[in-house]
């Protein structure tokens, strides 16, 4: 039987909630809602570490971010270099090995700035970006069109196998999702593929979008959980059209790809994942952005179909670290031992298996500005930030905050009954109901070697 290609596009900070067929966010995205319709569909798909580099190093190895040293975004300057190390095993390297043609086309953020590296790369790299040359820190992906991190979506730049910068000049997902569909008209049909397509929009700037996806949109429905004061905002009420009018824009072009899969006759044989790296709270609780443990933050889209997927919903819990598993299981390929996630082929297929209670949630400190303090006192960051625990119903969270004069706070949300997470539980660590928790907790820590100060820095609880 010939091997199945494996298609996965994911977007950079897109929430679950911003697209039309969950009915929540007034959002356009009809070919998206179709493909939902064809898919299975993952209602609580959860990023265990609500921010880019993490989640994309959890997406790529099966290993909570900790684990492989993505504790934090992508840096150098810090006692430790934080990358995706060369020697971690990824979906690319196993996909390689197994006989498969391996691309990736878009934001990687998985490599050390090269900013940092030198102060005139020949590269052209600014800020957080960075050419990746060909070799070992391509984890695996031959064919390659990408940038580290940068956010020009207007006036994007990317490299192949050179320092020489590319620089289309017109919005980023148009041009990846050009090259995506040159990848498949011109790939060696004589093997299996598995290309990944990661999109910027709708992250910030969100401005940065066509005009003609903004004018879509008049009066957009807020959701209950966003303050009055922003209610009146006009900036803020014009920013949520533009982050509305990117993932329109990203329906438009997930379509081309879509058509293409079926105008040659590709559907049949192509596992294809539709998800993100995490949400954005887009002012729920006052708050722009990630990083936090609150829902439109951590809770990502994942649709996937295939032949063999049966269509529908689950509730199932799916963190970062299942994506990995879950896409080797369904091709037929042997699972590395130091994966950390779980196969959720099972549930995919509508069969039983032993679903997981709990998912993990982390966020360390980790720009330079936050981390001195700490090194200042003798104290390491790591223990800092919050860790939390999200169940079906609920979502627990110990918060270290991210200085250390900072008093720990323990937060408990009952998402269902409470779906805006307006009304939390304030908890001492004595409290009875962190017990069950604390016990998650505890476990996932002694798994991952996380040295988060379970009682905080000054054991009060």
């Not at 993100?276 to 990502?300: L, P, R, T």
Request: aromatic share 12%; net charge negative.
């Amino acid at each position: 039987m010939a091997k199945k290609n494996l298609l996965y596009i994911f977007a950079d900070q897109w929430r679950k909630i911003a697209v039309g067929i969950e009915g929540q966010d007034k959002i356009i995205t009809p070919n998206m809602d179709r493909f939902a319709t064809e898919s299975k569909v993952f209602d609580n798909a959860i990023s265990t570490y609500p921010l880019c580099s993490p989640h994309r190093a959890a997406l790529m190895t099966g290993k909570y971010p900790y684990s492989c040293g993505m504790w934090t975004n992508c840096k150098i300057g810090l006692d430790e270099t934080v990358m995706l190390k060369p020697q971690e095993e990824t979906i690319g390297k196993t996909l390689k090995r197994n006989g498969y043609e391996t691309a990736y086309i878009g934001k990687w953020h998985l490599d050390a700035s090269e900013l940092n590296f030198n102060k005139n790369p020949e590269s052209g790299a600014i800020n957080w970006d960075a050419f990746t040359p060909e070799g070992e820190r391509r984890q695996g992906f031959d064919y390659w069109f990408s940038y580290g991190a940068m956010d020009k979506h207007l006036n994007p730049h990317y490299w192949r196998n050179t320092p020489m910068k590319i620089e289309p000049g017109k919005w980023s997902p148009e041009v990846e999702t050009d090259v995506a569909l040159d990848y498949l008209e011109n790939r060696d049909k004589s093997k299996p593929f598995c290309m990944f397509v990661s999109w910027n929009p709708p992250h910030p700037p969100y401005d940065k979008v066509p005009e003609k996806y903004v004018e879509m949109y008049d009066d957009i429905p807020l959701r209950e959980n966003v303050p009055k004061e922003m209610r009146e905002d006009k900036e803020y009420l014009r920013t949520i059209k533009e982050y509305f009018a990117a993932v329109t824009g990203l329906d438009e072009n997930f379509k081309r790809i879509l058509d293409y899969l079926k105008e040659n006759n590709l559907e049949e044989d192509t596992i294809v994942v539709l998800s993100a790296d995490h949400g954005d709270m887009m002012g729920s609780q006052g708050i722009y952005g990630k990083n936090i443990w609150y829902e439109e933050s951590i809770n990502i889209p994942f649709m996937i179909r295939g032949e063999g997927i049966e269509p529908g919903r689950t509730d199932c819990l799916f963190s970062s670290i299942d994506h990995m598993p879950t896409l080797l299981d369904l091709l037929e390929v042997d699972i590395p031992a130091a994966v950390q996630g779980q196969s959720f082929k099972d549930i995919i297929e509508d069969k039983k298996m032993d679903e997981p209670d709990t998912v993990f949630l982390s966020m360390i400190p980790g720009m330079p500005e936050l981390i001195e303090p700490y090194r200042k006192r003798g104290l390491n960051n790591k223990s800092f930030g919050w860790r939390g625990i999200r169940t079906k119903k609920h979502t627990y969270v110990i918060d270290n905050g991210t200085h250390p004069d900072e008093k720990q706070k323990r937060y408990l949300y009952d998402n269902e009954n409470d779906p805006y997470q307006l009304n939390p539980v304030i908890l001492s660590s004595t409290d009875e109901r962190c017990k069950k928790y604390d016990e998650y907790l505890k476990g996932y820590l002694k798994e991952i070697k996380d040295p988060f100060l379970m009682k905080g820095l000054d054991n009060n609880g």
